[in-house]
Nanobody, 115 residues
Framework: QVQLVESGGALVQPGGSLRLSCAAS????????MGWYRQAPGKQRELVAT???????YYADSVQGRFTISRDNAKNTVYLQMNSLNPEDTAVYYC?????????WGRGTQVTVSS
């Protein structure tokens, strides 16, 4: 059974930094794309960043230049380095993976940016 487990969510002050991690596990699981979505209160889930196994990345305009996604293919682990955080980044962040057939989701980790 495929599982995605996030970690690293916390309360941080505006301008601070945080790094999220997500480890994917499961027999014969080789995700094509891994990344992060987020959902703020009262809003729909939105794509934050993704990275393919070949290193192709995507960032939402709202996080471009502040967030960096990285990936360890051997460990099926994806990271999100978040810098210059602002209150608009407050959300539950969900790990995401796609194996070319279907999507997989983690349970989410809370990121709160507040003074």
């Amino acid at each position: 059974q495929v599982q995605l487990v996030e970690s690293g969510g916390a309360l941080v002050q505006p301008g601070g930094s945080l790094r999220l991690s997500c480890a994917a596990s499961g027999s014969n699981f080789s995700p094509y794309r891994m990344g992060w979505y987020r959902q703020a209160p009262g809003k729909q889930r939105e794509l934050v960043a993704t990275r393919t196994g070949g290193g192709i990345t995507y960032y939402a305009d709202s996080v471009q230049g502040r967030f960096t996604i990285s990936r360890d293919n051997a460990k099926n682990t994806v990271y999100l380095q978040m810098n210059s955080l602002n209150p608009e980044d407050t959300a539950v962040y969900y790990c995401y993976a796609n194996d070319g057939i279907q999507d997989f989701w983690g349970r989410g980790t809370q990121v709160t940016v507040s003074s």
